[in-house]
């Protein structure tokens, strides 16, 4: 989400303000960050750079910004640390700023009485045109904000309420992407499958617009693939799995996080689904689509997880098997319900419930790796690859491989590979010409 926000941050920076782009931090006159509350790693990454930044001061004319997903617990001290701060949804008044050298008011900043932040600017914020980085994969905001509260989460507290986007805007930008050839385009939300629940009645809802999607890519005669990330498993629906069985643009992969395998943890983190109701929908992804690999996100050493808990996480790592999960150590958010609960997991225990979970994960990856080999597979190929004459792709299923290729001309085209070798967490392929 902040790597698309920062393309429509570029494009008013670029267009209103008259700087350019640098690759060089060190060259730079603005540096911005677009931050993320979700993890304290994260936080502390800005606290770092915005130190750096202001000792540059000393040697030259600089000015610092922050916007992005900020808690106000964060958004309080980082004010006497940037010159300018300002929510994502304020950013076409970021050029002013700019221009006056100043911090944006508190009031600006300020939640409103409900004490969530406010939304009613993020329809204009839509509207700007990205400066895509890529010119053949792409990122597509349909909706802002989650109305979910679960209790280790900030998002509700930085980027408010559920909002959706028009679906007439959301298809235009993606026809437009299609017409320039992008191969890959990412739907974005903090939960993607309530796109349009807040509008019952004057929006399509999210099969509604998958399928929309699908018919266009049918009729469009062009190749590409379209993800979506991230669903909540209490708003995912068979329909919304029917719908990407049915056309071929809808790509074969399916995140869902599940957080815990533990009922009772779940119920403190207030996901609002069960293992149960889990376990029910991979059953209906292994029926309908059978190819698609799935992705998860799970957090360890949440506030009270006893060991049992913990071992029923590995369990259900065992039994969906996932094909890749992004785990996390669990830090207290400011602001989110569970950081005035006891963080009563020791720091050691968390590190040392990564690593297991890393080795389940590593153990099932492993295994699904190797059954690729001997396979052929269509590939998006994305650039060059860390080992020197080969180039690094990504499968329909976001599953990584390399083939031995210098041809500079097929990064951002569909290719053929057939797998020779697999590792953990990538496999290798020989080009099929």
Known sequence: MNMSDGERVRTIIETQTGYQWTDREEEANLLGILACSVRQKAIDKVYSRIHKWNKWKNQRNLITFLSGCVLPDDMEKFLKMFDIIFRMSELETFPDMIRQYGVATPVSLAPDL?????????????????????????????????????????????????????????????????????????????????????????????????????????????????YFTSPHPRDMTDEVIEVISQYDCLAKQIHLPIQSGDNDVLRRMNRKHTVEKYRSIIATVRRLLPQATIFTDIIVGFTGETEEQFENTRRIMDEFSYNMAYIAQYSQRPGAVSSHWVDDVPADVKKNRFHLLGNDLRRHTSAHNSRMSGQVYKVLVTGFDRKEGYLSALTEGKIVCRFKSADEQLIGQFVYLRIISSTDFSVEGELIL
């Open 114 to 226: 409900t004490g969530m932040p406010k939304n009613e600017n993020i329809d204009h914020f839509w509207k700007i045109t990205p400066q895509y980085s890529s010119s053949f994969e792409a990122f597509i905001p349909i909706q802002n904000g989650c109305d979910k509260f679960c209790t280790f989460c900030a998002v509700p507290y930085t980027r408010g309420r559920e909002v959706s986007r028009s679906s007439d805007e959301i298809m235009c930008e993606l026809e437009g992407l299609i017409d320039r050839n992008y191969k890959s385009i990412t739907l974005l939300g903090q939960n993607v499958n309530s796109y349009g629940l807040d509008k019952k009645g004057e929006e399509i809802t999210f099969p509604g617009l998958l399928r929309k999607i699908g018919e266009y890519g049918k009729s469009s005669g062009k190749e590409f693939w379209v």
